[in-house]
């Protein structure tokens, strides 16, 4: 183990942004490798996820009344690293590999009851860091994909839907349909990553484009967008139909100046005639499916049944420009900065 560093780099906000984030929201300084309290765990990290949903984190958190990072803070993001060190009580040793999500940093002091051994059970340390948790929980905990389900899924290139799609099939689904924003990505989707169908946003409005890739119906959607697609999916609901809904990346991308929310008119009659449900989600509010989730992922890998897509990119210096592009939709599946 090398020796402990006195200090460390940390990626930490800058300016509270105007409407969405730019790199220059955010800086990166040295700070003193912090030191370790009885009942702590020092990490060095070496990796973090970066998530378009720290959008909701930035710009959302102000909208529904909740504390958000301030100017000089770290961020927070789903991250693993090397145990340096730990109270002998907590079990873990220097070197185990643990996740936990005090990421965008070099070294991170966490809560021994934070912190998450990961053991060997999936063939790739690094895909401890897909959404597909998320996507897992939502699917099997809150629409309860059943056989024979025609499911939607928004943002279907991004980390949550890339998975989604693979996760739905082995739950199964008979026909999956996502939306996304190019036609260079549906084709990925639908060559690659286990989609019948994809909406691409632009061509025509979505609503008659998902007519025609489910013209009996959607039994789930899992939404990570709302606004329009939000809308089509509701229509396109047969009765009892289950939406879930993840995020909101329609409104966090239309922020301008101090505007942080979108407003979507929803026909309520055919929710109501149809019986259909609608529900906030966040897979936090489903440990018992995490342990689940992450044998199963395991298998699956190990057999080949599925795919992990990601991109990896080198160095915290490369975070905030890596956010950005993930804002920006330039990558299919979940992006990844290894330290």
């Keep these: 183990m090398p020796s402990l560093p006195s200090i460390h780099r940390q990626v930490q906000l800058l300016t509270t942004p105007d409407g969405l984030p730019r790199p220059e929201d955010f800086t990166i300084v040295e700070v003193p490798v912090p030191p ?48 340096v060190a730990a109270p002998d009580s907590s079990g873990l040793r220097p070197g185990e590999l643990v996740g936990h999500d005090l990421g965008w940093r070099e070294y991170a002091v966490v809560p021994v009851d934070q912190c998450r051994r990961l053991g060997d059970s999936l063939p790739d340390p690094l895909a401890h860091l897909s959404q597909g948790w998320t996507a897992y929980a939502a699917l099997t905990r809150t629409a309860a994909v059943r056989a024979g389900d025609t499911v939607l899924i928004t943002g279907a290139a991004g980390a949550v839907g890339s998975l989604a799609s693979q996760i739905a099939r082995r739950l199964g689904a008979a026909r999956v349909i996502g939306t996304t924003g190019s036609p260079a990505k549906a084709r990925v989707l639908t060559t690659e ?46 009765p009892h139909a289950r939406i879930v809904l993840i995020g909101a990346l329609s409104a966090q991308l239309a922020a301008e100046g101090a505007g942080t929310t979108a407003p979507l008119e929803l026909d309520l009659a055919p929710i109501v005639l149809k019986r259909t449900s609608m529900r906030g989600f966040n897979a936090a509010d489903h440990p018992d499916a995490l342990a689940e989730w992450t044998q199963r992922f395991g298998d699956w890998l190990q057999a080949g049944s599925i795919r992990f897509p990601h991109t990896r990119i080198h160095g915290i210096d490369r975070a905030a420009r890596a956010f950005q592009e993930v804002v920006e939709g330039r990558h299919v599946g979940a992006v990844l900065v290894a330290l």
């Design 193 to 238: 990553l286990g989609y019948d169908a994809v909406v691409v946003r632009g061509a025509e409005p979505i609503a008659t484009q998902l007519a025609d890739a489910a013209p009996d119906g959607i039994d789930v959607a899992l939404d990570t967008v709302g606004g329009e697609q939000l809308q089509a999916a509701v229509q396109a609901a047969r």
């Design 36 to 83: 370790r309290s009885s009942g702590e765990v020092l990490v060095r990290n070496r990796a973090f996820l970066v998530s378009a949903a720290l959008l909701r984190t930035l710009i959302g958190a102000a909208a529904a009344g909740l504390p958000g990072p301030r100017p000089g803070d770290p961020l927070p993001g789903a991250a693993i690293g090397e145990v």
